[in-house]
């Protein structure tokens, strides 16, 4: 049978499956209250949503590619809780209202709607929302059809946006459940992302059901449900309005302090989310990104309880009954050595490890893709630097690897189709000093791999010297010409070279086909030697 015929069979089994799920799989809900929708939120010269796809530092126009952004403020009530690893999370204090907003983007068309959601807790690390899940793999959204939810999850962002447009964002709430004379709300709150930021009066615990609640609504047949698709056909009810086209998985995505949240996420609430759900998750999977132990390795669950206490085992990801696929950067790794797992394709504990060679944590995408530098001054925010001492922010394309991931997780999760294995960057420890082996240009040994070190012209550094985060945003020393030569000692021979690398990369499912393409064209039109 070909793979397209096993791919046709596969499908009809998940729909079959689907179809007979438990109502509380169908709805995404079961136990798991939807929030309330308002909007979309209407779009003039003057107000728009923060980090809009055409209003970002390299705008995009979604309709190019078919898509479509809207903008929703939901409402609900969340619980605080209170965690203990390796327990699940307890409720601390219950039912305490919440105003957030998501940003939607997705498919014009139904029949192009591959069924999936990337929904993404958006990185306040800056003090304003980042998408970077959207920067560093909505190529390989937009080539399925799948759609993505941005969610702002924290009190520092809703400053930024108030200031942005307080007319569009004066509802927003963070309220903090504990009146400022309630003994049990802590004078000295905690952050993940600033301390000194925090405030008794707001609650960054509340993002946790807010999460829940967001993916259980993507999940539901609700009419506000903003991936729904309605048909235009006769509904079983006898009514003209149709049917609710849902989302079929959905998939959690968190990159750097918000991979951080995930950990907690997934430890603390996932738990909770498959017993309240008749044993259902809400989330199908999750990318763990560039976050794990020493780095961002989790934040405190609310703003009273400080993260796990030295001394404490890092958190690790166990059995959790969906797929993971746990990312790493050059910049990070060796902070996060001691949650290195084995991978493992047992039904109950999918999980995939790996460290991506060459790239940076910080990356020009990430200010790319998000809030135009003009807006961000509107937000009251410095604009992160693109430049550190050694020169510009690292231009290795970490979305090479995010394609293939995400890719790779949406076949785990449909078809049992397990992603490749690949070795951790190989280290060497002196004394109580570890760190990476290089090879003869200074690159790093293992990895994801790619041609920018298998066919090299460059070393790359995973670290910088400089103002914001160019500790971790890395930088390269071009080959100078003479070993260019040496190495290639025709253009042709370069070319190939990649070529080469590329198709071996591409067969492994390392980068995806497109990507490759890319790779081989950007060879072919540098200028080496």
Not at 116 to 124: A, F, G, K, R, T
Not at 313 to 340: C, E, K, T, W
Not at 429 to 441: E, L, S, Y
Not at 471 to 495: C, K, M, N, T, W
Request: glycine letters at 10%; proline letters at 8%; charged letters at 15%.
């Amino acid at each position: 049978m070909t793979w397209s015929g096993c791919r046709s069979v596969a499908g009809i089994v998940v729909f079959i499956a689907l179809a007979v799920a438990s109502p509380a799989a169908a709805s995404g809900g079961g136990g798991t209250p939807l929030p309330h929708v308002t909007g979309p939120l209407a779009v003039t010269a003057t107000s728009y949503p923060f980090g809009a796809a055409d209003h970002t530092l390299v705008p995009e126009d979604l309709s190019k590619v078919g898509y479509v952004e809207d903008e929703y403020l939901v409402s609900g009530k969340a619980n605080v809780y209170s965690w203990t690893p390796p327990a699940a999370a307890t409720v601390r204090t219950p039912n305490a209202p919440y105003t957030t907003r998501i940003l939607v983007r997705r498919p014009a068309k139904a029949s192009r709607f591959s069924g999936n959601v990337v929904v993404e807790m958006l990185n306040p690390s800056n003090r304003f929302d980042l998408n970077i899940g959207w920067a560093m793999a909505h190529r390989q959204m937009v080539r399925n059809g799948d759609a993505w939810v941005g969610i702002t999850d924290k009190p520092i962002d809703v400053v930024a946006l108030k200031k942005f447009d307080l007319a569009r964002y004066g509802s927003l709430s963070f309220a903090n459940p504990l009146a400022l004379d309630d003994p049990t709300n802590c004078p000295n709150p905690v952050s993940s992302v600033d301390s000194t930021t925090a405030s008794r009066a707001t609650e960054d615990g509340l993002a946790w059901d807010i999460y829940s609640q967001v993916g259980a609504l993507l999940r539901s047949r609700d009419s506000d449900n903003p991936v729904g698709y309605r048909s235009h056909r006769h509904d079983w009810r006898g009514g003209h309005g149709g049917h609710q086209v849902a989302a079929k998985h959905l998939y959690g995505f968190g990159y750097s302090q918000t991979g951080g949240y995930l950990y907690d996420y997934i430890n603390a609430i996932h738990p909770l989310d498959v017993a309240r759900n008749g044993g259902h998750p809400i989330y199908d999977g999750y990318i763990v990104a560039v976050a794990g132990a020493g780095f961002v390795g989790s934040v405190p669950i609310n703003q009273c309880e400080a993260i796990p206490k030295p001394g404490q085992p890092p958190l690790q990801f166990s059995n959790v009954g969906v797929p993971i696929i746990h990312v790493m950067s050059q910049s990070d790794y060796l902070r996060a050595l001691s949650v290195r797992r084995p991978d493992s394709d047992a039904p109950a504990d999918r999980y995939r490890h790996y460290e991506m060679a060459g790239a940076a944590h910080a990356t020009p995408d990430e200010l790319n893709f998000s809030a135009a530098p003009a807006d961000i001054i509107k937000a009251g925010v410095a604009v992160p630097p693109m430049n550190c001492n050694e020169g510009p922010r690292s231009r290795f394309p970490s979305r090479i690897f995010f394609d293939a991931v995400l890719r790779n997780l949406d076949q785990w999760v449909r078809y049992g189709i397990s992603p490749p294995h690949a070795d951790p960057i190989a280290t060497q420890t002196t004394g109580t000093t570890t760190t990476g082996v290089v090879d003869q240009f200074g690159n790093v040994v293992g990895g994801l791999r790619s041609p920018y070190l298998d066919v090299p012209t460059s070393t790359w550094f995973g670290t910088s010297t400089g103002a914001s985060f160019c500790a971790i945003a890395g930088h390269e020393v071009p080959f100078d010409a003479a070993r260019l030569q040496q190495l290639y000692p025709s253009h042709g021979a370069y070319v190939r070279a990649v070529a080469k690398d590329t198709a071996r990369l591409v067969a492994g499912r390392y980068i995806t086909g497109y990507d490759g393409l890319d790779l081989i064209r950007e060879a072919a039109q540098a200028n080496i030697p």
